[in-house]
Nanobody
């Protein structure tokens, strides 16, 4: 079992930067691929990106490449989503998730946090 808790979401203005954190407890954090997803009102939960166990490789959807980065600190059991040049269309609830493989499909992830709201005003 892994428990995940996201934090850092808040109301920001377009063009601002924001860092989300996801703290993990329970079984060995470093044994999981960590993913970030987001869900805007009325839309499906969308894969944003993922980071491999050792942090050596990250994957991001095209829409956020160049603006978002993912990192992790296995000593602290945390994963981060650094977001910059935020746009109103980035507004969503952001979730972190733990799984065994880097996958775009949310069904491939075993554990989820409760989400943190990011709102970007224009």
């Amino acid at each position: 079992q892994v428990q995940l808790v996201e934090s850092g979401g808040r109301l920001v203005q377009a063009g601002d930067s924001l860092r989300l954190s996801c703290a993990a407890s329970g079984r060995s954090f470093s044994s999981y691929v960590m993913g970030w997803f987001r869900q805007a009102p009325g839309l499906e939960r969308e894969f944003v990106g993922a980071i491999e166990r050792g942090g050596q490789n990250t994957y991001l959807i095209d829409d956020v490449k160049g603006r978002f980065t993912i990192s992790r600190d296995n000593a602290k059991n945390e994963v981060y989503l650094q977001m910059s040049t935020l746009k109103p269309e980035d507004t969503a609830v952001y979730y972190c998730a733990a799984g065994q493989l880097v996958r775009w499909d949310r069904r491939e992830y075993d554990y989820w946090g409760q989400g943190t709201q990011v709102t970007v005003s224009s």
